[in-house]
């Protein structure tokens, strides 16, 4: 059965970083797109970085665009999300999940979610 184990998160001042990972099954990381979503208390939780297992392709939600950056660590067998020059309304519980459908911007694709990290922004 897949699994996902998110890990990295906690308190970081504003303007600070964070790297969350996601570790996962070996073949998961050739076969399925993985996303980083996260679910800031009394809102839906959003998509804000995928990766494309198939040809490493990202994509990023407008708000952390240029200061997220979603890769891969094949020594690890990990997805990590690095994030820089936080903002307290990038607090939330961040949770990584993978599909393996082309419609990866839909939330519902998603299948297998880890437990999640909690990451929180503040002074």
């Known amino acids: 059965q897949v699994q996902l184990v998110e890990s990295g998160g906690g308190l970081v001042q504003p303007g600070g970083s964070l790297r969350l990972s996601c570790a996962m099954s070996?073949?998961?990381?050739?076969?399925?797109?993985i996303g980083w979503f996260r679910q800031a208390p009394g809102k839906e939780r959003e998509g804000v970085a995928y990766r494309s297992a198939s040809d490493g392709s990202t994509y990023y939600a407008e708000s952390v665009k240029g200061r997220f950056t979603i890769g891969r660590n094949n020594a690890k067998n990990t997805v990590f999300l690095q994030m820089d020059s936080l903002k307290p309304e990038d607090t939330g519980v961040y949770y990584c999940a993978v599909t393996f459908e082309s419609d990866f911007y839909n939330i519902q694709a998603y299948n297998t979610w880890g437990q999640g990290t909690q990451v929180t922004v503040s002074s």
């Open positions: 070996t073949h998961i990381l050739d076969y399925y797109v």
